[in-house]
């Protein structure tokens, strides 16, 4: 499985890469300080918020359907690649094949649980 994670995260860098291409070209701008000023904006909903607006406003139809088409898909793959990207990866030994992805809400359950369970013998 880890070979498919890290396509994953090699196929979102070209995406966020191709979408700060579009930003520099709506701009008119050099690609260098467009991809900086990106990525200062940390957060990824954010940053195609920028080159949304920038497209209604540099765009008209059909240019404009076919970009926010393009940022559909793009938004769309964000979300799948946010849960690759940001949950928890782990193995067990009771499966040594396995690559084991866990929601950060059932981790920090457990782990929640297990601190308060060490917290109750220590009284």
């Known amino acids: 499985m880890a070979p498919f994670v ?10 966020e890469a191709n979408v700060g291409s579009i930003l520099a070209f709506l701009l008119a701008a ?8 990106l990525q200062t904006v940390r957060s990824a909903s954010a940053q195609m918020d ?4 920038a497209g ?3 765009l008209i139809d059909p240019e404009l359907e076919m970009f926010e088409a393009v940022v559909r898909l793009a938004r769309s793959a964000a979300r ?3 849960n ?10 009771e499966l040594p094949d396995a690559l084991l992805l866990v929601e950060p809400v059932a981790y920090l359950d457990i782990f929640v649980a297990g601190f308060r369970s060490k917290s109750r013998s220590k009284v």
Request: glycine fraction near 2%; proline fraction near 3%; charge should be positive.
């Open 80 to 82: 799948k690649r946010n």
């Open 50 to 53: 920028m080159i949304v607006s």
């Open 56 to 58: 209604k406003i540099k």
């Open 84 to 93: 690759v990207a940001h949950h928890i990866w782990a193995f067990c030994d």
């Open 30 to 37: 050099e690609a260098g300080p467009t991809i900086a000023m």
């Open 6 to 15: 890290a396509e994953i995260i090699v196929r979102w860098a070209d995406i």
